[in-house]
């Protein structure tokens, strides 16, 4: 799908940090949320998974950094796991 069209809208800056912060804890670009927002009425299944993935990776580098927490690093591992095990493409 070719996208050469440009859309300009106006917010205030109260409503762009909304904007910013909504696509932020997506991990899409603005221009992305909004249109994901604009013409699936939500965040589609391809940002659930983009979203899902980048939680399981930032859990996976935590669990790394955890070296002198045994125990706690042991029950993030088993949660990354049921992560990994419960997604699916």
């Not at 440009?6 to 696509?23: F, H, Q």
């Not at 125990?71 to 997604?87: A, F, G, M, P, T």
């Amino acid at each position: 799908m070719v996208r050469d069209k440009t859309v300009t809208m106006k917010c205030s800056e109260t409503e762009l940090d909304r904007i910013r912060k909504g696509a932020s804890k997506c991990n899409l670009p603005v221009s992305v949320y909004l249109r994901e927002l604009g013409t699936e009425g939500g965040y589609t299944r391809t940002a659930k998974k983009r979203n899902l993935i980048a939680s399981i990776v930032r859990m996976t580098q935590l669990y790394n950094e955890m070296d002198e927490y045994p125990q706690i690093q042991n029950q993030i591992k088993d949660e990354v796991k049921q992560l990994w095990q419960s997604y699916s493409i």
